[in-house]
């Protein structure tokens, strides 16, 4: 047993958030009312070159909030990878449509563009492709599929952003693209999402639905049914800080990503997802470990904890959960998601990691995997 204890991520806040923070306290603007929700969502507007940025509670309604201003209702399908967080799946739940899980590409582990042929039907309304672990999905072929079948594109760009796909950001490929700044994320405001979008009429759907479906004109008066899916203004105060550091944060976390790699080259079986043309941002340092299972997986974990270091299962896949095996229909078979996850770990992966830390997790997993034989 160590006293030393390497968490599985941290937040940075080594910039300006304690300074706006108090300032929107000593203000009294402490709801989601407030000047640094303007300024939060025109900074990440601007960084990603698009007209409107929503700011929400979180990105779970972020991606709700995206579904319902596109009208996604009873009856619809949605296909979503059925390798991601449970959110993505809800979210369509929420809408009271079918999502349709679908498998995952065993290169970048990310929605296949054949699997998405295969699930069309013609119920099928919207694609929610969702850059795992920060590294981006195959947009074009997905923005390509879209279009030949008048499909509605979301990206769930949760772990990715500031990734690239052939230069271009991740969260403007689709019509709507949704963001989360939990506290493990690359930037984080505690709990806190973003909608953007280059649609006037969307951006106005979503404002309206956000804040109870108020009539921006006359106050206090309901056309729909809306939600409260604000952000607040001391969210959005952290959040405009944390923008300031964006190209920082990620950065370092390439080198991570780097000193990762090379720390793990020596194990044969290690493998890593593919990055082609593309800025991967490292959000979770993910590998698949030749021969791993879950009973094994278990094992190394419990022995990293032994040593001081966190570590994750990849996700499961969702079709393995029981509310979702029945429900809904599954768009081919799910080879690739399972495989993925019977293999993957995810190791410690932040800013004030060292390279000293990484180092230690690395000789630490080595010689973990040669205990259990692997
Ligand atoms: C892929 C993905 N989608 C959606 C979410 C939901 O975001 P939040 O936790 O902010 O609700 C997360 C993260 O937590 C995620 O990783």
Sequence with gaps: MTNRW???SQPTLLGNEKKYVMDAVESGWISSIGPYIDKFESAFAAYHGVKHAIATHNGTIALHLALAAMGIDEGDEVIVPDLTFIATANSVRYCHATPILTDVSLNDWNISPDAIREAISPRTRAIIPVHLYGNPAAMNEIMEIAEQHHLVVIEDCAEAIGAEYYGKKAGTFGHINCFSFFGNKIITTGEGGMCITNDDALAERMRVLRDHGMNRKKKYWY???GFNYR???LQAAVGFAQMEQLEELITRRDDIYREYCQALSSHGGIKMQEVNKQRSVNWLFTVRIK????ELRDQVTARLKLMGIDSRPVFYPISMMSFYKDSCYLGGELVNSSL????????PTYVGLSKEDISYICVSLLSCLKEVGL
Excluded: A, H
């Design 223 to 225: 056309d729909e049914l």
């Design 231 to 233: 952000m607040t203004n």
């Design 6 to 8: 390497i968490p599985i």
């Design 340 to 347: 993925i996850s019977l293999e993957g770990i995810s190791l």
């Design 291 to 294: 021969g791993m299972n879950y």
